[in-house]
């Protein structure tokens, strides 16, 4: 009940193109939804998270779409640029889950050029 | 900007050798964490704490403690050091319910 599924492992888009990556979770007391951003050799970096009381979130190119009753939520790269490749992982945590975070295992993005 | 900063970029150390590993944050987040980064396994959380002086176990505790004595600074400590403890260290630390800020991680390698 504790885990977050992330699909696919692994993604090659065209330069351009959009870059969708899913995840699934069971517990419904997780009220935080973050998507990470790691490059090669460095530390995962935050890039845009969500609250279950709205179902979309935009910031630039990358959106997170919601859905509360699927328990399921995406991250969508649009003009996905060479730029982007890097492993994306999802997450959720609660608040009453002692601020611990459950990380999704993690989604290895290639764009091409 | 939030800086996680982690005293060591690569460590070489011999089994059973005791290894620290130093974070510290900028920001005055009560929330910091350690993980371990291994290929195919994601992201594995090993302790964390939530204020001074308090730890809380994670998923892999075992052959692993911590210790936190100041608000910004969280320590990993390896007591015996084994080969089946090389791997990439990350630390973290964030606000009350909201995302966590890394650092550029320990890549920890025991002989």
């Known amino acids: 009940q504790q885990q977050v599924k992330q699909s696919p492992q692994s993604l090659i888009v065209q330069k351009g193109g959009i870059s969708i990556i899913n995840c699934a979770y069971e517990n419904t007391a997780f009220d935080y939804f973050p998507w990470y951003q790691q490059f090669p050799g460095k530390g995962p970096a935050l890039l845009i998270a969500?609250?279950?009381?709205?179902s979309e979130k935009k910031e630039g190119r990358f959106t997170i779409s919601f859905n509360k009753s699927a328990k399921q939520f995406s991250l969508h790269i649009m003009d996905s640029q060479p730029g982007d490749s890097a492993t994306y992982f999802c997450?959720?945590?609660?608040?009453?889950?002692?601020?611990?975070?459950?990380f999704g295992a993690g989604t290895r993005l290639f764009v091409k050029a | 900007d939030v800086k996680v900063t982690q005293s060591s970029r690569y460590l070489v150390k011999r089994t059973g050798e005791k290894v620290f590993l130093e974070c510290v944050q900028d920001?005055?987040?009560?929330?910091m964490f350690w993980y371990r980064q291994d290929p195919g396994l994601g992201l594995r959380l090993i302790y964390f704490s939530y204020d001074v002086k308090m730890k809380e176990k994670g998923d892999i505790p075992e052959g692993y403690s911590v210790s936190r004595e100041k608000k910004e600074r969280f320590s990993l400590i390896l007591e015996s050091a084994s080969t089946n403890q090389t791997s990439m260290y990350l630390c973290?630390?964030?606000?009350?319910?909201?995302?966590?800020?890394f650092g550029a991680g320990t890549r920890l390698s025991v002989l």
């Open positions: 973290a630390s964030s606000l009350n319910r909201g995302g966590q800020y």
């Open positions: 969500i609250r279950p009381d709205v």
């Open positions: 997450a959720a945590s609660a608040h009453t889950g002692g601020f611990k975070t459950i």
């Open positions: 920001m005055d987040h009560e929330n």
